[in-house]
């Protein structure tokens, strides 16, 4: 049995998306007949999160897989979160993580060294063959010593798996080999969304009103300290008559501060939900009980060639209509008219429109909803992710 250890840098469990797709990786790489190990940063947690012991059952996936937390030096919630002080915790922290990884991997064995986290697997590359180290990568270095630094790191890793294709060119640009980079794009857990709620079912448990057409966004409301298009979101739904408003995800402050922004623009404040950062578990029936599910996502370069939001397919998955901006990244995956209404990023006036014909309209609703649902089902699981990788890996074995 192939033995696949999966190194994060992160606290687990956390708010944001990434412990999610790890926790589910990790699982469908299991399933797949691996035998997976997945190690983590001991890192002190926020205080709403200290008290979850099981993180398999947090994150909803099975206990097929095993998790070690490696000891650092973690002073990153001792800090304010920007500036100086915080680089340098940064720092400190990944640096001390890097070194446990190595003094441990010293004495492990395993058939793949699998790692979101460049650095580490530069460090890895020193103790462990090329053959047995694989790079996901997720974003694309912004400064001079940052590309160099991932330069060394694919011409040492056997495979890159990039989540846009956007991604997979620029890093076969930068250095990688092109027979060694594939795309694999994020994705959704099939059994989350295998027995979804009824619309009217689903609002009964919430509390939410009935009749109402609401319109959510549902993830984090902030991306590495970037907009990620919610104030033009509260902007275009001014314009559209009896739209409700659900948004559902952290920060709670931020949340607030839309909320006051809603109420500012004259808006009803009955027709603005404040549902909160809820659990990985429960995200399936609040995606449920809504009309349409918004991704305003601003023009940014993260965001239009490398991001590969799980919220997209987590979207598609519970088969409502979707409005999005139309980025490079994210017409990979929908299309204008078949499985989404994209329009142009930053264009409250296009965005208020789309979302007035999804009001009008249940049909395109009805049959835009069901069409992502089914290609999201048939091409966008983890399960199928962890098979495509694990197929080139052992492609290149061997070729090897």
């Keep these: 049995m192939t033995r696949l250890l999966y190194i994060a840098n992160v606290r687990l469990p956390t708010e944001k998306a990434h412990g999610l797709q790890i926790m589910q990786n990790c699982e469908a790489f299991a399933d797949a007949g691996t035998h997976v190990t997945l ?5 002190k947690n926020r205080r709403e999160l200290r008290g979850i012991n099981d993180i398999w059952t947090h994150y909803g996936v099975k206990r097929n897989f095993e998790r070690i937390s490696l000891p650092t030096l973690d002073l990153l919630l001792l800090v304010p979160s920007v500036g100086l002080l915080a680089r340098l915790a940064f720092h400190v922290q990944q640096t001390t993580f890097v070194l446990a990884v190595l003094l441990r991997a010293a004495f492990v064995r395993a058939d793949v060294y699998y790692s979101r986290d460049a650095i580490t697997l530069l ?3 020193l103790i462990k063959p090329r ?22 790191t694919l011409r040492r890793c056997e495979a890159v798996v990039a989540v846009t294709r956007r991604l997979g060119d620029d890093l076969i640009r930068l250095g990688a080999e092109a027979e060694r980079v594939h795309v694999a794009h994020d994705g959704i857990r099939a059994e989350r969304f295998a027995e979804l709620p009824s619309q009217a079912d689903a609002r009964v448990q919430l509390g939410w009103p009935k009749e109402a057409f609401i319109v959510g966004y549902v993830g ?14 509260i902007e275009a739904l001014r314009t559209v008559e009896g739209a409700t408003l659900a948004l559902v995800g952290g920060p709670d402050d931020l949340a607030d501060q839309f909320g006051q922004a809603w109420r500012a623009g004259g808006l009803a404040a009955e027709r603005f939900i404040n549902a909160g950062q809820v659990s990985p578990d429960r995200v399936p029936l609040y995606l449920a009980a809504l009309d349409v599910c918004a991704m305003p996502f601003p023009w940014t370069e993260h965001f239009a060639y490398y991001a590969s939001p799980m919220k997209l397919f987590e979207y598609m998955a519970s088969g409502r209509a979707i409005v999005a901006s139309d980025l490079p990244s994210t017409a990979e995956v929908v299309s204008d008219g078949e499985t989404a209404l994209l329009y142009p990023p930053g264009d409250a006036a296009a965005l208020s429109a789309a979302i007035c014909r999804l009001r009008d309209d249940t049909a395109l609703r009805d049959r835009l909803g069901q069409a992502a649902r089914e290609t999201v089902m048939l091409h966008y699981t983890w399960a199928a992710r962890a098979g495509f990788i694990l197929g080139h890996l052992q492609e290149g074995d061997h070729h090897a």
């Design 39 to 43: 190690w983590t940063a001991m890192r």
């Design 123 to 125: 460090v890895l590359s």
């Design 131 to 152: 053959r047995a180290l694989v790079y996901e990568a997720h974003t694309m270095p912004a400064t001079g010593g940052g590309r160099w630094l991932r330069r060394l």
């Design 220 to 233: 984090r409301l902030q991306t590495m300290a970037q907009d990620k298009g919610v104030g033009l979101l």
